[in-house]
């Protein structure tokens, strides 16, 4: 009885493990489609993510027969500051980098690779239990070196980087998903719920406060582009986060760390089948190097 038990908990985690890759890796794809080829505005993406799941889990939390703290409460800080961390930055910082340019396998690249090699540092500065041991430096300059060769051009020239400004942009969205993985390490316990109505909340507002300023869309877009960010509303920013809370329940944050290795490899994938973007066996090789870098600052953490 215990073996089937197991067994099926097993089975269990691996179709939750097995959905958040694919919607992980897809909502890169869609993200791309959506911006870069279907022309939704980047500083409108935010808004479009966060307004209707943060009314969702808002009336989830009052149907569970809890309440939102007062404004003055300091849980509106934090989780207001995970919510911009996040949320709004990263959806904007990344929709921007795809009208630059910067392809849907790329993205996954920089993000799901660079996302830990920052929050390892900062995470020596900011939380006392994570200090930087050896390991876990040598870890990020091997994968720091996996980054360099990312933007590397083609034909090595007086340029010292490929599109370097469009990828930058990426790049900072690794940098506010490292400071809101640090935050919500500090932050002050809430029940989940309530924490998650909090960040949606504050996401949105801030959302619509960058978006309004950029003007009203006047131009209408195409019935896939609608499709791509209803399904980025629904998928990624809604089920994924229900489906990495019963992953972490049921096997812990490490599991999460091997999703991650597998994100990019299948947002590649998909980029080539749906929205022909080129294969490149630097963006390969360059993959390879960050998970090393990233595998040996993981056995770091079982050394410091």
Known sequence: MMNNKHTQSKLTLYI????????????YTLMYYAVYQGGFPAEWVPAARTTMPAIAITLYVYMLGHKLPPLNDIRWLW?????????????????KGNELGVESGMSSILINGVTPLITIILAHFF???EPLGWRKALGFIIGFIG??????PENISIELVSNWSAQGVVLLVALSFALGAIVAKRAPETPASVGASIML????VVAFALAIPAGIPKEGFSSGVLIALFALTIFST???DILYLKVIKLSGPSMIAKVNFIVPVFALIFGIIFLDEDFSWRSVAAM???ITGLLIARVGENSN
């Open 16 to 27: 939750y493990v097995a959905l958040i890759v694919l919607i992980w890796s897809t909502g």
């Open 79 to 95: 989780y207001g500051l995970m919510g911009f961390f996040g949320m709004t930055a990263p959806f904007y910082l990344l929709a």
């Open 127 to 129: 939380v006392k239990s």
């Open 147 to 152: 980054v360099v060769f990312l933007f590397l």
């Open 201 to 204: 909340l504050t996401a949105a």
């Open 238 to 240: 809604g089920l994924s």
């Open 288 to 290: 390879m190097i960050i």
